[in-house]
């Protein structure tokens, strides 16, 4: 089993209290569950062992493409169920599955320069025409279900979630913001508070780019037609000669 995460602890001071305190940092970096989490009992259960192993406020520091669905689904589960506030901090890319598993924060933040990606699950089957329509009906189920974790945290309806897995939408730091999959971009200490940050947002979709370029060059291919050849026709018995040569 590949271990995809990683536990570290630091002091820091309590802004509340001022005392000083012990934080622990949970790391999710790569490709989640690159060997099988499914029907795995140990991997599940070493992850939860670890969470569970201390108390207090955590912070979760993501930078993954994705990975396996039932894998991001039971870490978030298990971060929704942690007693402590969980501070999300995407600090490079929180795509696919990654991009579940970010929900589970009490807080999200992201970097100016982070990535938020969500599209539709997909898996490889094979079989019959039966299997596969299991096959179908196993991912409609499934992206339902993250759905259910995009919707508690953006309060977006599911039909305009959905309308976003479909054309698998990419968001800057800032449109992850204004639609609610984060809360805050993530700043540097030294930043100065009078800084002001960009105007700028992006929304990404794979599917619109590729059929705006599609549409493109489809606009500047030139169909030339070529030219009409003489219709010198055929006599009936120049027919039934050639059907006749079919027939021997």
């Not at 991912?139 to 945290?153: C, F, H, T, W």
Request: proline content about 3%; hydrophobic content about 45%; some cysteine.
């Amino acid at each position: 089993m590949k271990k995809f995460w990683d536990w570290k602890s630091r002091r820091i001071r309590d802004q509340a209290s001022g005392e000083e305190v012990v934080e622990r940092v949970l790391f999710l970096n790569g490709t989640i569950a690159e060997e099988s989490w499914y029907d795995d009992e140990v991997t599940p259960a070493l992850f939860k062992e670890e969470l569970m192993a201390g108390s207090g406020d955590i912070t979760v520091w993501i930078n993954s493409p994705g990975g396996d669905c039932v894998a991001a689904a039971q870490i978030y589960n298990m971060l929704m169920d942690y007693k402590g506030d969980v501070t999300v901090k995407i600090d490079g890319i929180a795509a696919s599955a990654a991009s579940v598993i970010a929900m589970a924060g009490t807080k999200v933040l992201i970097s100016p320069v982070g990535m938020l990606m969500i599209h539709n699950p997909a898996t490889i089957a094979w079989g019959d025409s039966a299997e596969m329509q299991k096959a179908i009906e196993m991912l409609g189920s499934v992206k339902d279900s993250i759905i259910n974790a995009y919707e508690i945290k953006t309060g977006l309806s599911r039909t305009k979630l959905s309308h976003m897995m479909d054309a698998e939408t990419w968001m800057d730091a800032h449109k992850a913001v204004e639609l609610g999959f984060a809360d805050g971009i993530l700043e540097r200490a030294e930043t100065p508070e009078d800084m002001e940050a960009p105007e700028v947002t992006m929304l990404y979709s794979k599917a619109a780019v590729r059929g705006s370029l599609m549409d493109k060059i489809a606009a500047k291919r030139v169909t030339r037609k070529k030219p009409a050849e003489p219709d010198t026709g055929r006599t009936v018995d120049e027919l039934m000669e050639r059907l006749n040569l079919l027939k021997r």
